[in-house]
């Protein structure tokens, strides 16, 4: 079983709709989580942490739920710019240093 | 915000050759830094991690002997692909933390092309 599994899309949406993805994970002993965005050929950049109480960010909502081992991330209003692959990224538990496992990723492309 | 440069970004080379990747960190002081690859549609696999003044730490399948890390100062890592072949081509980032601190912070890769 993968460390980090995502459905790998692509989601073809229009623009105005929303979308959501989903994450499952593991090692139930990971205590940090991101959402990533990579354009393509470029490095990740980081979207948002997700928190236990799930949390907003405008158009982004992330929620986790630890006893599912399970993150997700809703797009609401998706506009053209989101069009990009969105990666889940877990923390190991810590070993001095934080190591981060990424998902393969799921791409959207928002069409007009 | 925290900035990571990396350079080259972008080279092709003839099989054989050895390639230099450099990381550094511009405004913080990296105390760990860690080794990315990404092959096309695939997530980033974590290489090494390294530590300022201490030898790398690899993960299982990577050859420390065909991937030199070294990272001798708090704002520099570089990795070496030794006699580099055409399945080495791939994108390799590089990200940087303080002391444990999250987030990581990417440089913007280097795209190796092994003719």
């Known amino acids: 079983r993968k460390e980090v599994e995502q459905d790998p899309g692509p989601f073809n949406v229009p623009e105005g709709a929303t979308v959501a993805f989903n994450c499952t994970y593991s090692?139930?002993?990971?205590?940090?989580f991101f959402w990533y965005r990579q354009d393509c050929r470029k490095e990740p950049k980081l979207l948002m942490s997700?928190?236990?109480s799930g949390n907003e960010d405008g158009r982004f909502t992330a929620q986790l739920n630890r006893a599912s081992q399970y993150i997700s991330l809703l797009i609401r209003d998706s506009k053209l710019s989101d069009s990009a692959t969105y990666l889940c990224?877990?923390?190991?538990?810590?070993?001095?240093?934080?190591?981060?496992?990424f998902g393969a990723g799921t791409r959207l492309a928002v069409h007009p | 915000g925290a900035v990571v440069s990396q350079h080259p970004s972008w080279v092709i080379c003839k099989s054989g050759t050895s390639v230099k990747i450099e990381c550094r960190s511009l405004?913080?002081?990296?105390?760990?830094m860690f080794w990315y690859r990404q092959f096309p549609k695939q997530s980033l696999m974590l290489m090494a991690t390294?530590?300022?003044?201490?030898?790398?730490?690899?993960e299982q399948g990577v050859e420390k002997d065909k991937f030199l890390i070294n990272h001798a100062s708090l704002t520099l890592s570089t990795l070496t692909v030794t006699s580099a072949h055409p399945e080495d081509s791939s994108f390799y980032i590089c990200?940087?933390?303080?002391?444990?601190?999250?987030?990581?912070?990417f440089g913007d890769g280097t795209r190796l092309s092994i003719l």
């Open positions: 990200s940087a933390e303080n002391r444990g601190n999250q987030p990581q912070h």
């Open positions: 090692n139930s002993a990971s205590q940090s």
């Open positions: 997700v928190y236990s």
């Open positions: 990224v877990v923390n190991l538990p810590p070993g001095g240093y934080n190591k981060l496992i």
């Open positions: 405004d913080f002081q990296a105390t760990t």
């Open positions: 390294s530590n300022e003044g201490s030898k790398a730490t690899y």
